[in-house]
């Protein structure tokens, strides 16, 4: 099943409509926040320019920086992480691009691993899930083929979703089987593509997923980047109803956008429900921009209202 849908080097302009409290990524001189989940109170964060994960409070003061011996030893790029609150299972994963076929096999990681604790990764749960074999029989996974910038895990635990910023001409996101990705045969299946717009003729791509239950579907965020300049020129956010409460599958007119370029400035990179609460992280190429990663909090059942005005806001909330 596919669902179609048609539809700054300056400082930030944080939307006025769009509701929460923005707070800055702090204790860390640099840093690039590329995916977030949310477990046990704290939020999970990812680095697309390292292998650690790092812990902050839904504040975005900094808690724990977790590493293990077998997390990979070249950079992965990560710009994802999904977590399974019943099994305890976090997913991170790899930007699956590269310019030449030794940086695509560097970035091509999917983990799966679970915390021993609070504070330390169980080293005999780290797993490598070769995600890339999927990809690879769709005639995707080449150098300058594709990029991967989002990452959800159903709420059964059952499925991954791979959201896609590249190619760049529709947003695209894929589902798979988590036990077949386990037994070292992926089959992926498109299940949404649309046209996500443009903002002053810059693309709109895919630059984040989560699971949201209680309407059983995708929080999407879609960001822009003018490549030359580094200029964000705003985000949008997307729900997409992956079944319906009919039983019936989601159908493109189901699609619903619920905010409008906001934020203009940042880059909208990580999504995470918890707590009654939308996490958003934003990587905003401090190098190039000299603006911090930042976090925004948003009350979830805002979120909710603009999906459906008569959701009961706390129905399935984790």
Known sequence: MVLVLSCLLSAPVLADDFPGEVYELGAFERFE?????????????????????????????????????????????FEDVAFHLESKTFFAVGSHEGW???????????????????????????RRLPLWEGFDKLGLWKP????????????????LYVGLREPADRARVYSVSLASLRRGEPELSL?????????????????ALTWEPTHEGLLIATSTEEEASHRFLGNRLWFAPLSSPDGREGSDAD????????DVGM??????LGAGKLFIVYDNDQDDTG????????????????????????????
């Open 33 to 77: 926040a590329s995916g977030v989940s949310y477990f046990a109170g704290r939020l999970a964060v990812v680095d697309d320019t390292l292998n650690s994960l790092f812990l902050f409070d839904a504040r975005g003061r900094s808690l724990e920086t977790l590493d293990a011996e077998h997390l990979p030893s070249q950079r992965a790029k």
């Open 191 to 207: 299940v949404l593509e649309f046209d996500a717009g443009s903002a002053d003729e810059t693309a709109y791509c895919i630059s």
């Open 100 to 126: 030449t076929e030794e940086a695509l096999r560097q970035l091509s990681v999917l983990l799966e691993f679970r915390l021993a604790d609070i504070s330390a990764i169980d080293e005999d749960s780290v």
């Open 291 to 318: 603006i911090p990663s930042r976090l925004r909090v948003v009350p979830l059942d805002a979120i909710l209202r603009k999906i459906d005005p008569s959701s009961p806001f706390a129905t399935n909330v984790p």
């Open 267 to 272: 880059k909208a990179e990580g999504l995470a």
């Open 144 to 159: 300058k083929g594709m990029k991967v910038e989002g990452l959800a895990v159903d709420a059964s635990g059952e499925t």
């Open 255 to 262: 699609v619903v956008l619920l905010w409008d370029r906001f």
